[in-house]
């Protein structure tokens, strides 16, 4: 593997840290309430603990994010088996996907462009692809946007897998932040964590188009959140074009709100990180992207959204940040 490299944008507001491997958030550091500087995302000190980095902690991850039932992707009449690193099925792309390989870096305004090509059937996903995605810092704003061409038909699904824990403190647990989210329909998954159902959130734990704090979603019992090892792996469906949602932390004063064109996010609250040395509900994801597997729901119009060689992949997602007493 080539040398990670570690590359730095700062502006007054923001101090973010990223790496060549992954094209990885490492650090996301602002001033909380009492002006003490917190990094607000979990990562690891030694960059060398990201070559295998299991949880995928800031990674961009691809060629699709969430997992593909069996390793079986259909497009048009054509099936392709691609690695299987999870249960029988793929999850993230993949074993060594781009989220553990070596991207290229150039500069931009006011930001970091990291580009990556991936061959044809690499994992076994059709075209020959090149991925470019823009790490853009404007006043309290980090804005992530995502571009892909390709030379043949194929499916793409990217998105970052950055742990958020804004009170800065990695010893905590995200019980105490105030969550809302733009969504009326939840995406069940099976056993596997695979989606298989449309959920609306009416009289539902995982409903949070009205803010409410976390602790009252872990203290009430469900069969999807019990699937999900007592928490929240799931795809939310946003409604409207731009989907939103924010959350807060007392302790800290820290607020983030995040904005996309993506048609869904899959929040994860940290399950499984006692399995790798951090707490179990330390922080949460908020994965932007389409619904994993190719989900289709022609009720409330979801669709996977395939790419070819005059039609790019083109996303954004913007995190903005401000604090308050």
């Keep these: 593997m080539e040398e990670i490299k570690v590359y730095t944008l700062e502006n007054e507001f923001l101090k973010v840290e ?6 990885i958030i490492k650090k996301i550091e602002l001033k909380d309430k009492n002006g003490n500087v917190k990094n607000i995302v979990l990562g690891y000190e030694d960059v060398e603990k990201y070559k295998e980095n299991p949880a995928y902690l800031g990674a961009v991850i691809g060629r699709t994010a969430g997992r593909i039932k069996n390793g079986v992707l259909k497009i048009t009449n054509t099936e392709y088996q691609l690695d299987k690193n999870n249960n029988g099925n793929t999850l993230h792309g993949g074993k060594n996907s781009i989220s553990h390989r070596i991207w290229d870096v150039e500069n931009i305004e006011n930001g970091l462009r990291f580009s990556i090509k991936s061959s044809d059937l690499d994992n076994g996903y059709p075209a020959n692809i090149e991925i470019k995605v823009s790490y853009i810092l404007n006043n309290n704003e980090l804005l992530i946007k995502y571009f892909s061409t390709t030379d043949n038909l194929t499916y793409l699904n990217l998105t970052n897998h950055s742990y958020f824990n804004l009170s800065g403190n990695p ?4 019980y105490r932040d105030i969550l809302k989210i733009n969504s009326d329909y939840l995406i069940g998954i099976d056993k596997d964590s695979i989606p298989c159902k449309t959920i609306n959130l009416d009289n539902n734990i995982f409903d949070f188009r009205k803010a409410k704090i976390l602790e009252e979603f872990f203290k009430a019992d469900d069969d999807q959140k019990v699937i999900a090892n007592n928490g929240i792996d799931h795809p939310y469906v946003f409604y409207g074009k731009i989907g939103r949602l924010e959350i807060e932390n007392f302790e800290s004063g ?26 179990k509900h330390a922080a949460i994801c908020f994965e932007t992207q389409e619904v994993p597997n190719l989900y289709t729901d022609k009720n409330i119009n979801i669709y996977p959204t395939f790419i070819d060689k005059n039609i790019n992949y083109e996303r954004y997602t913007k995190f903005s940040f401000e604090t308050f007493k």
């Excluded at 010893?171 to 995200?174: K, S």
Aim: proline share 3%.
């Design 171 to 174: 010893d905590g647990t995200i």
């Design 18 to 23: 990223f790496l060549n491997l992954g094209a």
């Design 254 to 279: 820290i607020k983030m709100s995040v904005e996309t064109d993506n048609p869904a996010v899959v929040i994860y609250t940290a399950n499984h990180l006692q399995d790798i040395g951090f707490k």
